[in-house]
């Protein structure tokens, strides 16, 4: 079973959650204000993560939209605190971030058709597969469409039509979870040579492996990390953070910064869950804000169970950020600029 720790021991995630911790801060001055975004909107952002992102492990992708082979930065051997400021200087950046064992990819443009269509083939297959009955007239119409696809992959408050970086994060996580019929799906689209089967048999393989940094600490997991930027629930206080390919199908996870409210309240209790004052990243209207990650279970295409497992994830001892240094500087930054004095642009994510 995938734990907070698989989800959050990297130095990815936190990264982005330090990113979307400084947001935190845009938004309450924004709501302060009265112009908080709303549930559906976008704009659910700050300084650093203002386009969103979506990272991948190279290794699933073979060519951009243009067909054209991908040339990534190599940077060999490289601390933590060093991967984290290449994944800030990532997210000023449209499109697709691509991570490699040894190097970074920026601003790749995919195409999300051929994504699209790898993901309801292999599953369209895999069902036709399973399927006991030798008479294809019989029950129901063997297809799967993206949207079922999508619908298993992300939280029931998020309805359609999805945008284009939910449906191609989506349909990317299926090289993660059934690697060797997405294999298949390139080899046969693309007519791989013996040369380019052999090499991207090798890439796809180490998207599996775990990355170390050169002082021990893992940079990233191998999954798809998708930074939105709309909230999709009131309680909510930045972009929703997706998690994807971390097991079977219809495992995903989720990060947030939630406001605790009754409902929220009510969902610790249930799970015999208790947050303490170190916990707490912020308040708002005298309700504490607290990280949260959502681990939900295997389903099957088209459904979404409501099974959970719900974490609290803590400032100081899972992410290590200082609430208090890192809350001043962005506080000041914020205030700075709706009051319209100017304040030093402190990069309050690289201070943790």
């Known amino acids: 079973m995938i734990t907070k720790k698989d989800i959050i021991d990297n130095e990815l995630i936190k990264e982005i959650i330090a990113i979307r911790f400084d947001t935190l801060w845009r938004m309450l001055e924004r709501d302060r204000m009265g112009f908080l975004p709303g549930v559906d909107d976008e704009g659910a952002t700050g300084r650093f993560d203002n386009k969103g992102a979506i990272f991948i492990p190279g290794g699933l992708i073979y060519q951009d939209v243009d067909e054209r082979f991908i040339r ?8 933590g605190t060093e991967f984290r400021r290449k994944i800030r200087d990532a997210m000023r950046n449209d499109n697709a971030t691509l991570l490699y064992p040894d ?3 920026t601003s790749v443009n995919l195409d999300s058709g051929f994504f699209s269509k790898a993901a309801r083939r292999i599953f369209t297959y895999k069902k036709a597969a399973h399927r006991r009955s030798k008479k294809v007239g019989t029950g129901p119409v ?3 469409s993206s949207d079922d696809i999508i ?15 939910t449906r191609i994060s989506s349909c990317i996580s299926v090289g993660l979870i059934e690697p060797p019929m997405f294999f298949a799906y390139y080899k046969t689209e693309l007519n791989f040579s013996i040369k380019q089967t052999e090499r991207f048999t090798v890439d796809l393989d180490r998207t599996r492996d775990r990355v170390l940094s050169s002082d021990g600490n893992v940079l990233f997991p191998p999954y798809v990390v998708v930074c939105h930027d709309t909230r999709y629930k009131d309680n ?8 994807l390919g971390i097991g079977r199908f219809g495992e995903f996870a989720t990060f947030t ?12 209790k249930r799970r015999h869950i208790t947050f303490s004052p170190d916990d707490i990243f912020a308040e708002v209207q005298d309700l504490p804000i607290i990280g949260v990650v959502r681990i939900y279970k295997q389903t099957n295409p088209g459904k979404r169970l409501l099974k959970y497992q719900l974490c609290i994830v803590s400032p100081k001892d899972d992410v290590g950020i200082d609430v208090q240094q890192v809350g001043t500087l962005a ?16 990069d309050a994510a690289a201070t943790t």
């Open 72 to 79: 990534y930065e190599p940077y060999g051997s490289i601390t």
């Open 103 to 105: 190097g970074i990819a």
């Open 142 to 144: 063997i297809e799967i």
């Open 151 to 165: 619908k298993s992959h992300c939280p029931t408050y998020m309805k359609p039509p999805y945008g284009a970086r």
């Open 236 to 243: 909510n206080y930045t972009g929703l953070t997706r998690i």
């Open 257 to 268: 910064f939630e406001s605790v409210t009754k409902q929220l309240l009510g969902e610790l």
């Open 331 to 346: 506080r000041k930054h914020y205030q700075g600029k709706k009051t319209g004095k100017k304040t030093k642009s402190g």
